[in-house]
Nanobody, 119 residues
Framework: QVQLVESGGGLVQSGGSLRLSCAAS????????MGWYRQAPGKQRELVAI???????NYAAAAKGRFTISRDNGKNTVYLQMNSLKPEDTAVYYC?????????????WGQGTQVTVSS
């Protein structure tokens, strides 16, 4: 059973920084893409950043230049370093693991961690 557990959220002032962590356990595919998504009140969940097995990363426009996604394969952990935070970054941040294997697709979510940025 795959589990993703996020941590590191909290309240921070505008311009501050936070680092989110996603600890993964269970049988995650070696080709899994790990991503961070967020959902603000009244809005749809959106992609923030993603890192694939090769280490290639991709960011939403709102995250480019401010956020950095990384992974520590030895610790089965994915991080999201968020700098220069803005009030509009306030949301619940979710970790995601997705991959395909033997004609099946797998998609798992963490429980989310709240990030609140005050102005």
């Amino acid at each position: 059973q795959v589990q993703l557990v996020e941590s590191g959220g909290g309240l921070v002032q505008s311009g501050g920084s936070l680092r989110l962590s996603c600890a993964a356990s269970g049988s995650i595919g070696s080709n899994a893409a790990m991503g961070w998504y967020r959902q603000a009140p009244g809005k749809q969940r959106e992609l923030v950043a993603i890192i694939i097995s090769s280490g290639t990363t991709n960011y939403a426009a709102a995250a480019k230049g401010r956020f950095t996604i990384s992974r520590d394969n030895g610790k089965n952990t994915v991080y999201l370093q968020m700098n220069s935070l803005k009030p509009e970054d306030t949301a619940v941040y979710y970790c995601n693991a997705a991959w395909g294997e033997r004609m099946r697709t797998y998609n798992y979510w963490g429980q989310g961690t709240q990030v609140t940025v005050s102005s």
